[in-house]
Antibody, heavy 116, light 109 residues
Framework: QVQLQESGPGLVKPSETLSLTCTVSGGSISSYYWSWIRQPPGKGLEWIGYIYYSGSTNYNPSLKSRVTISVDTSKNQFSLKLSSVTAADTAVYYC??????????WGQGTLVTVSS | SYELTQPPSVSVSPGQTARITCSGDALPKQYAYWYQQKPGQAPVLVIYKDSERPSGIPERFSGSSSGTTVTLTISGVQAEDEADYYCQSADSSGTYPSVFGTGTKVTVL
């Protein structure tokens, strides 16, 4: 059974770049789409974007100018970079596996707080 | 932007039926997915492709589609079904390949 685990700083300063990595275990990253989804405290889910193992990406238009998702198949990892963060980017960030049957595997989520 | 609209809350007594709607212009052309999220936990997929149920999801969860509205039905609601529920879909142009609904809090009375 595939498992996903987010890692990265829990505190980022305003205007800096948020960087998170998701490690996939129990299965190969060389299939499916690999997504980042976030949830501000007390609010709903927001899809950030996904990457296919080949490297093709698709992003939420509202975040596209600030988001980069990359994949390292040799490490079975994929990563998120979100630039020029503000307090509005404070959220629980989930990495997930997405396919034609929906998002069927999620990491536990990691809280990232944007504050000086 | 593309939006999927859900009612903020639904209340239901144990054993009764809860229906949660999700409305969006592209739903006649795009599949919908449903997720259950309990406090402090990651979401769990409960319905995919409008009406298919993943293995391990109880039969009391079902999905349907009619025009621009999809519906998640929970039959014989149990206390453990109290959670937030989100629909997910895409717009028809490809501009928004994945969008989550606004979310519905289901309260079991």
């Amino acid at each position: 059974q595939v498992q996903l685990q987010e890692s990265g700083p829990g505190l980022v300063k305003p205007s800096e770049t948020l960087s998170l990595t998701c490690t996939v275990s129990g299965g190969s990253i060389s299939s499916y789409y690999w997504s980042w989804i976030r949830q501000p405290p007390g609010k709903g889910l927001e899809w950030i974007g996904y990457i296919y193992y080949s490297g093709s990406t698709n992003y939420n238009p509202s975040l596209k100018s600030r988001v980069t998702i990359s994949v390292d198949t040799s490490k079975n990892q994929f990563s998120l970079k979100l630039s020029s963060v503000t307090a509005a980017d404070t959220a629980v960030y989930y990495c997930a596996r997405e396919g034609v049957r929906g998002v069927n595997a999620w990491g536990q989520g990691t809280l990232v707080t944007v504050s000086s | 932007s593309y939006e999927l609209t859900q009612p903020p809350s639904v209340s239901v007594s144990p054993g009764q039926t809860a229906r949660i709607t999700c409305s969006g212009d592209a739903l006649p052309k795009q599949y919908a997915y449903w997720y259950q999220q309990k406090p402090g936990q990651a979401p769990v997929l409960v319905i995919y492709k409008d009406s298919e149920r993943p293995s391990g999801i109880p039969e009391r969860f079902s999905g349907s589609s009619s025009g621009t509205t999809v519906t998640l039905t929970i039959s014989g609601v149990q206390a453990e079904d109290e959670a937030d529920y989100y629909c997910q879909s895409a717009d028809s142009s490809g501009t928004y390949p994945s969008v989550f609904g606004t979310g519905t809090k289901v309260t079991v009375l």
